[in-house]
DNA sequence: CAGTGGTCTAGACCACCGA
DNA sequence: CGGTGGTCTAGACCACTGG
């Protein structure tokens, strides 16, 4: 029944959010507490409740037990940015994707490589290097060193009808991934594989996944910036 | 009291969280029903249903109303970035931030920027570029155009004690901000008010943030790729 | 102390799905 | 049809904050 069908705490969240957006509550103000709400629109505490917990979970207020619920200091866009498996990014745009396997082998682990992973120099480990195409044009290579324990026959894996991102979130479920994001210039080999100029910037993205107990990998992407970019869109 | 003190719905999350971690549930695989969890754990179904409803909203499961819960087809990672204002970001560090202003004026948008801010050709909008230092190392340069409807007074600004993206918070609520992220070579003027060599790749995040009806402004950020990169931190 | 949010309960009605 | 999730209620107890 009434307003616009929307389930009642979604009203009250629609309601508080366009207080904000109005600008007539702005960071810092203090929001009418669940008791005020409550009574405003005829709603039980719990339907309140619902709506200003949603509310603070997605960052637009912060509450504080005892003395009340304020609009959030927004000094931050905070947006989703999904990293994909590549093979269903470049699907998605209609694209053709395919890839070619430069490297696959075993090696041993240097002390920079053991510490991300957290197991001891000298451990063998995975190793495998491949590039991406969409539509026959390189956009990514991604250089990646996977622990075995977490994906022991990683060797043996058809990299021509997956990709590692499919083959790990298979057999090692994902519970924490690391990432960061830089601007730097490929290394000659990088630059080979990828077809461009040494001197063209890329976007580089280092990622770590982490599996339950293990480090299930740590994997460098590295695309060449005139052809990939991130993007991401946020609301609210 | 009982276990570990977390509130009943929370242990609810975990338990589950742990069988997907465990690879005890698989993507696809049914989840145990709300009755079921409620018998097993000895809770109201508001409270189960409290924890496999936010499981839904993180992404971890997908319902169905009258077939029941999956475990989600988990096909990507998706990551909060956040993208901060610097002058915070940088105090955060615990280092200096200071900044300097090198244009403050009123441009005609051409026909690409009247595109993007929603206005006429030719329509005057305010043009600024900033450069922000940590501990008097140049790490941002920020080429912004912002909307005159959205901020009229943008040009009295005083930018030696609040940066732009502050102050557009403050008198532009935020509703909806895009953004783009790319590698890429710096223009020479970039450069030179860096203080880099113009074959150095940079990092560039193109934002356009929303504000009601307006598009308040459009900014360009031009980071180093040697003295700044994104990072990011991914749980569940 | 009174007011706040955090959590929980034991019911309830509904829309939906699959058999 | 029975089982599922989606929503809502009217209470309740607690921990915390502020004056």
């Not at 207080?19 to 203090?30: E, M, T, V, Y």
């Given at each position: 029944m009434s307003s616009t069908d929307l389930p009642a705490y979604e009203q009250v969240k629609a309601f508080v959010k366009a207080?904000?957006?109005?600008?007539?509550?702005?960071?810092?103000?203090?929001?009418?507490?669940e008791a005020a709400l409550q009574q405003q629109f005829g709603l039980s505490r719990m339907t309140v409740n619902r709506a200003m917990t949603e509310l603070a979970a997605e960052g637009?207020?912060?509450?504080?037990?005892?003395?009340?619920?304020?609009?959030a200091q927004w000094h931050r866009i905070s947006s989703t940015l999904a990293v994909r498996d590549i093979h269903e990014e470049v699907l998605e745009r209609g694209h053709r994707h395919s890839s070619k396997v430069l490297t696959l082998?075993?090696?041993?682990?240097?002390a920079a490589l053991a510490q991300t992973l957290g197991l001891r120099r000298g451990t063998r480990v995975f190793h495998s290097v491949m590039v991406h195409y969409e539509n026959g044009i390189a956009i990514q290579l991604e250089d990646r060193h996977v622990n075995p324990a977490a994906a022991p026959d990683y060797l043996q894996v058809d990299f021509a009808h997956t990709t590692p991102t499919q083959y790990l979130f298979q057999c090692a479920p994902l519970s924490e991934a690391r990432y960061s994001i830089e601007a730097a210039l490929p290394t000659a080999m990088e630059a080979a594989a990828l077809g461009i100029q040494g001197s063209q910037p890329c976007l580089v993205i280092t990622r770590c996944t982490i599996s339950g107990a293990h480090v299930a990998s740590q994997g460098r992407l590295v695309y060449p910036g005139m052809r990939y970019s991130l993007q991401g869109n946020f609301q609210l």
């Open positions: 207080q904000i957006h109005s600008g007539a509550l702005r960071p810092g103000d203090a929001v009418p507490s637009l207020l912060t509450r504080m037990r005892g003395s009340g619920t304020v609009v082998e075993v090696v041993k682990a240097d």
